[in-house]
């Protein structure tokens, strides 16, 4: 299709930015907190911030078909998709943790096309264009040149089910054995992110989402990283696990992953 991309881009920044806008205003106020399971947390604020987003959408795209965390799959009439997370970080925002993003990527016959991740705290907007590089602030970024997983800092996240939480426990013993330190922040788009732009050197986590990883995935590349299956097989972001990295210790972080992975459960 003959699509511009950065008019997509455009409408996802204004969206995102009105969507980070409300998130901040709505803070540190008596917002209602709801559960989707046992612990994994939905507030009205995810709600608001996703409405506004989708209507922004719509307002400029009305054929478009969108993914949203809360409202699911809409259908449309042409190849366009927007996959939208209005607050990945939600139980960090719950708790007024400072650490949480609104992220929107948009497929065009199903590749990634574009994508911004919003941080309303630090006012950081992360965005890329297939092809373009990846930017923070409008100032282009790239990966860290770190080659020694040793000396690098690395980061993961963990999912709400028990099965994947202790297989991600025995994966992070094994990293921490292995690499500089391994941070756990709570949002997966965030952390991509952070990859991008140099302040990790790598990202791996299991049960992901699509909204969790379809704008941060693109940046990474676009900034000059990997993104794959920890196997190192191609990913993409209907993929339930990922391994980010600035491609110089990908390999190592590789090896490690799928080695712990193939451990039995009882050890």
Same mark, same amino acid.
């Given at each position: 299709? @003959?699509?511009? *991309? @950065?008019?997509?881009? %455009? ?7 009105? %969507?980070?806008?409300? !998130? ?6 008596? $917002? ?16 608001? %911030? ?10 400029? $795209? ?9 409202? +699911? ?6 190849? !366009? ?5 209005? !607050?990945?970080?939600?139980? @960090? ?6 650490? $949480? ?11 990634? *096309? ?10 950081? =907007?992360?965005? *890329?264009?297939?092809?373009?590089? %990846? ?11 770190? #080659? #020694? ?12 089910? =028990? ?22 922040? +709570? ?15 790598? $990202? ?23 993104? =794959? ?5 191609? *990913? =993409? ?15 190592? !972080? ?14």
């Amino acid at each position: 299709m @003959n699509i511009d *991309a @950065n008019r997509l881009l %455009a409408v996802a920044e204004e969206a995102a930015t009105e %969507a980070g806008a409300l !998130i901040f205003q709505k803070r540190k106020t008596a $917002f209602k907190v709801s559960k989707k399971g046992k612990v994994n947390l939905v507030t009205e604020v995810d709600l608001a %911030a996703e409405e506004l987003i989708v209507s922004t959408v719509h307002r400029h $795209f009305p054929e478009h078909q969108i993914l949203a965390e809360e409202r +699911g799959s809409a259908e449309g009439t042409v190849p !366009i998709k927007w996959v939208i997370d209005p !607050i990945d970080g939600t139980t @960090n925002y719950a708790h007024d943790y400072p650490f $949480f993003c609104v992220s929107i990527g948009i497929e065009i016959e199903g590749a990634l *096309a574009a994508g911004v991740v919003h941080d309303p705290v630090s006012r950081e =907007t992360f965005t *890329a264009v297939s092809g373009e590089g %990846a930017y923070l602030n409008g100032k282009p970024i790239q990966v860290s040149s770190e #080659s #020694s997983l040793v000396d690098s800092l690395l980061v993961t996240g963990f999912s709400y089910g =028990t099965p994947e939480i202790q297989k991600n426990l025995r994966l992070f013993n094994e990293m921490m054995m292995e690499a500089r330190s391994v941070r756990r922040d +709570g949002s997966a788009a965030l952390d991509l992110c952070y990859v991008a732009c140099g302040r990790y050197e790598g $990202f791996w986590e299991l049960s992901l989402q699509p909204w969790d990883v379809a704008a941060g995935s693109l940046i990474v590349q676009e900034a000059g990283g990997m993104v =794959t299956r920890f196997d190192q097989t191609n *990913a =993409t972001i209907y993929d339930r696990e990922c391994l980010a990295t600035n491609g110089k210790v990908h390999q190592a !972080i590789s090896e490690i992953l799928t080695r712990a992975c193939n451990f039995p459960d009882d050890l």
